[in-house]
């Protein structure tokens, strides 16, 4: 089967771009998604500010297996797989913790930090060719950070991380050079799953089409509490193809930001702090560059499954598929370091960061049930194959067009058919539809197939 | 703290607190949430930790929900727009309230605690479970809520997707 062409449409020629909604159901595509996918992307696991000391964990389930994330006793991050060599029991069954041995509950092999077997209970019963040192836990072929978030690959072959993130780069350092100080995430998780395939969730997180509708009740909140007084902010920015399946939308923020965009949400008191956070970005990174800091909202995606949303305040949202009509989701607020625990500064990052996202936001919600009632739309896709995603493809791509989200489509579809990544496109993808605008034709009818 | 009062008194008391609690429940179960709002003081405040930290605090913790009464209010006239999605229809909402304790009592302000059951029905059936805690404030022959917090038992939110509702 031809991903491609087949089940992702990308008609250049006419400005048409579909996806069959089999991608969203099908058992088959859900297993190939593991090999061709999961198997070969650097897969986020977690920030290194959530292991602080040594002997710290947490257990994550990524890619479909189960790790642990550490720092060893000697302050060495890594990951084994959280499963026993003996027989296979989970080794590992608290969340997080601090520890200098993991011990098996089953029959009481013993690991130290660094994934060594240590005790194995009535050692002189085994044989003399026995050789612990085959018995130290697995660990995952690559794992590799960039500046505190951490990656896991199951491809030995896979290129080097920094490689890999291609022009996302930029725009995480966007994110992370807000912090004087260095980012870290904040205690407390949003845990939650959908009734939905996992890729609707990528599209949902980086889809500004929606926002005015699904997010109404949202936008009635921001004006009733004295912001949104740039208008026109949620129309205009731009959708950004990255390079290996990244994307982003970078655009005016539409409501307050507590790093440094002050709305009256915020209240007065809180305005000279903002103002001068601005100052400090600004004389830290030059008047642009500080003021897009402080100014833009980010909706970033590092393929295939990691959300950073720079908005209202800045969520890392780990996306994990669990069947072919579910996925989980691990959410966390990432915030400088120097905002300390019980500061105000903090304060209104979290406030910021609950009006809009997470299950008990004003708008998260909303998502959630858009996606699922797409999941239940699919049910009709025998009859109904098809879903459109070509907003935007014959006009440079604004921020309510849908390039970011056909990005990640081309990379799927590409590495889906063993083929790698597809050319970055960095014009306008159907000129000759673009064409037809300028001469005022009117619209194409363009039968994709 | 005060004195203890003496047992018929506290059995009074706790009598009293059910019978705000139960009628509070069952205003959110009818979702008549401007007579819900009407329960809380200018200055109280709504809160929900997040499922992997339930002693969680809002001021070092990242929660699920951490409301002012002007984002409790914010909260009513979202959920009573035909434009909160995820309630719209309304789920059916039950709760079962027990375990009621009055765990402190200072000035006007009586600490409670109590266990919950909220079942919702939309598509599916949902179970939030775990307890709350109140600050009540005496007010005429009933109470006002001037703290309200929700922990919850479920490990995540797998089961039930979003916090849509008011727990």
């Known amino acids: ?449 | 703290m005060t004195a203890p009062p003496a047992v018929t008194d506290r059995h009074a008391l706790r009598l009293d607190v059910e019978e705000f609690l139960y009628q509070e429940a069952a205003l959110l179960d009818a979702w008549r949430l401007d007579d819900w709002l009407a329960l809380f003081t200018a200055d109280a405040r709504y809160e929900v930790p997040s499922t992997d930290l339930p002693a969680g605090e809002p001021a070092t913790a990242l929660m699920l929900i951490s409301d002012t009464r002007a984002m409790i209010a914010a909260r009513v006239k979202r959920l009573n727009s035909r434009k909160a999605h995820r309630e719209f229809p309304w789920s059916r909402t039950r709760r079962i309230i027990g375990n009621v304790q009055v765990t402190s009592s200072e000035g006007d302000e009586i600490g409670v605690a109590a266990n919950f059951a909220v079942y919702r029905a939309r598509r599916d059936v949902s179970v939030y479970m775990g307890q709350y805690r109140y600050r009540l404030v005496r007010d005429r022959e009933s109470f006002k809520i001037r703290f309200r917090r929700a922990e919850l038992d479920v490990e995540t939110l797998d089961a039930h997707g979003t916090l849509s509702i008011i727990l």
């Open chain 1, 1 to 449: 089967m031809g991903y491609r062409d087949e089940l992702v449409v990308d008609d250049r020629r006419n400005g048409i771009f579909r996806i069959n909604r089999a991608l969203m159901t099908s058992p088959d595509v859900y297993d190939r998604e593991r090999d061709a996918l999961f198997d070969h992307c650097w897969l986020y696991v977690g920030h290194e500010s959530e292991i602080p000391r040594p002997g710290d964990f947490v257990r994550r389930g990524v890619g479909g297996r189960p790790l642990i994330f550490l720092r060893d006793a000697g302050g060495t991050v890594r990951m084994h797989f959280n499963t026993c060599t003996h027989r296979g029991a989970t080794l590992c069954r608290e969340d997080a913790g601090n520890t200098r041995i993991f011990q098996c509950f089953y029959h009481a092999w013993s690991f130290d930090t660094t994934g060594k077997l240590v005790i194995t209970p009535g050692a002189e019963a085994y044989s003399p060719r026995f050789d612990r040192g085959q018995y130290h836990l697995g660990a995952p072929a690559r794992t590799d950070s960039y500046r505190g978030l951490w990656f896991v690959n199951y491809d030995a072959g896979a290129v080097d991380l920094r490689e890999y993130l291609a022009g996302a780069i930029e725009y995480l350092d966007l994110v992370l050079d807000q912090a004087a100080d260095g980012m870290r995430i904040v205690r407390g998780a949003h845990l939650y799953s959908v009734k939905s395939n996992w890729k609707l969730m990528v599209e949902n997180s980086m889809d500004g089409y929606h926002a005015p509708t699904v997010h109404a009740t949202y936008v009635d909140f921001v004006k009733d509490s004295g912001g949104g007084q740039r208008k026109a902010a949620l129309a205009s920015g731009r959708g950004i193809d990255l390079g290996h399946g990244h994307a982003v939308i970078e655009s005016p923020a539409a409501w307050a930001r507590p790093i440094a965009y002050w709305e009256p949400f915020f209240g007065e008191d809180a305005r000279d702090e903002i103002e001068r956070t601005l100052a400090r970005l600004i004389d830290a990174h030059g008047e642009e560059r500080g003021r897009r800091m402080a100014d833009t909202f980010r909706n970033l995606l590092i393929f295939p499954n990691l959300i950073i949303n720079d908005v209202a305040a800045i969520t890392v949202r780990r996306i994990e598929p669990t069947a072919p009509d579910r996925h989980s989701l691990q959410a966390w607020a990432l915030a400088p370091a120097e905002e300390a625990e019980g500061s105000a500064a903090l304060q209104r990052r979290l406030d910021s960061f609950l009006t809009f996202l997470g299950p008990g936001g004003f708008a998260s919600p909303d998502d959630v049930e858009a996606l699922e009632s797409c999941q239940q739309g699919f049910a009709a896709a025998r009859e109904v194959p098809w879903s459109d995603i070509s907003r935007g493809m014959a006009s440079a791509a604004g921020s309510q067009d849908e390039l970011q989200i056909r990005t990640f489509w081309r990379s799927y579809a590409s590495l889906m058919d063993g083929a790698g990544f597809p050319e970055r496109v960095t014009g306008i993808e159907s000129p000759e539809a673009a064409a037809d605008r300028a001469g005022s034709a009117p619209a194409r009818a363009g039968a994709a197939r």
